[in-house]
């Protein structure tokens, strides 16, 4: 059962340290697809919520956003914390009202979702000038999905993913978090190339309350992968990953992707074959102005 509950707040924007957007915005706090390695769980630390991550949702609402015209050309990041694209939002619709305001304005509109109900608002999206959207997939084994979120499904998610990118908006398939030895990239990229812009990639970062929830997952049922995981996410070795940021980078050079590390920040034209951005080395990164391809 969900907890859903209204709430009236003062600013629906935030300015942000992301190295994605001068802005970010949250239509909701919480979030009902329940990722059970969600690192926006901590969340909760700041909105008092007593129930488990993924079981309460506040609907936000907010005033008129004024003077609009201090946006044009701002980059707006749509779901950081949560996403906007929640079952939810087929009722509340909070999401389509932002957007509704945000298109009075020259905006550089980003969006991160694991839902394919963003397609409703297509037609609204495409009046923007510059959009760029992103769906999280980490596996196609719709069995591993399920034991992680209540989200959209794998295919329901990269059918969404090819509509946009046919209709000329910016495409970005993100394959977070990598488990070992369970997510196959490759097999993800080879699914994806021909109908998205960027491919980023990112590994699971256990940390805060999900960390023992994931590791007995897998000690029950991947118990042949268990010492791997403790070797990384016990015992603090780092090898997995740069093997793998090795393996992805000949991989990408054999079938001619462009390969980076930790900074997508170079100009990539739409219709290039996509860019891979390796973002493994989470310390690494540091803000940098983008200069993203948002579409056509």
């Not at 802005?23 to 969340?43: I, Q, W």
Request: hydrophobic share 35%; proline share 4%.
């Amino acid at each position: 059962m969900i907890v859903i509950k209204e709430l009236n707040v003062k600013n629906v924007l935030t300015k942000s340290n992301l190295p994605v957007c001068d802005y970010s915005a949250n239509p909701y706090v919480g979030c009902t697809h329940g990722c059970r390695y969600c690192y926006a769980s901590f969340m909760k630390r700041f909105t008092g919520h007593e129930e488990n991550w993924g079981t309460f949702l506040d609907v936000k609402y907010w005033p008129e956003i004024k003077n609009l015209n201090k946006l044009d050309g701002k980059e707006i990041f749509i779901g950081s914390v949560t996403d906007p694209y929640l079952p939810e939002e087929a009722e509340y619709r909070r999401t389509r009202a932002l957007l509704e305001d945000l298109r009075k304005c020259n905006v550089k509109l980003s969006i991160s979702t694991k839902s394919n109900l963003i397609l409703r608002d297509l037609d609204l999206l495409k009046s923007f000038r510059s959009v760029r959207v992103a769906w999280s997939v980490n596996t196609l084994d719709e069995n591993f999905r399920c034991s992680m979120d209540r989200a959209s499904s794998i295919e329901d998610r990269l059918s969404a993913m090819e509509i946009f990118h046919k209709e000329g908006i910016a495409t970005t398939c993100f394959i977070s978090p990598i488990f070992p030895g369970i997510t196959d990239a490759k097999a993800i990229i080879e699914r994806v190339k021909n109908f998205c812009n960027y491919i980023w990639l990112e590994n699971l970062n256990l940390r805060g309350t999900f960390k023992a929830d994931i590791l007995n997952f897998i000690k029950d049922e991947y118990p042949d992968l268990f010492p791997l995981y403790d070797l990384i996410y016990n015992k603090g070795d780092l090898s997995y990953w740069k093997d793998a940021e090795e393996d992805i980078r000949a991989y990408a050079s054999s079938i001619g992707l462009p390969y980076i590390i930790n900074d997508d920040s170079i100009e990539h034209p739409f219709d290039s074959p996509p860019l891979i951005v390796n973002y493994f080395y989470h310390s690494k990164i540091k803000k940098n102005r983008q200069r993203l391809s948002y579409g056509r």
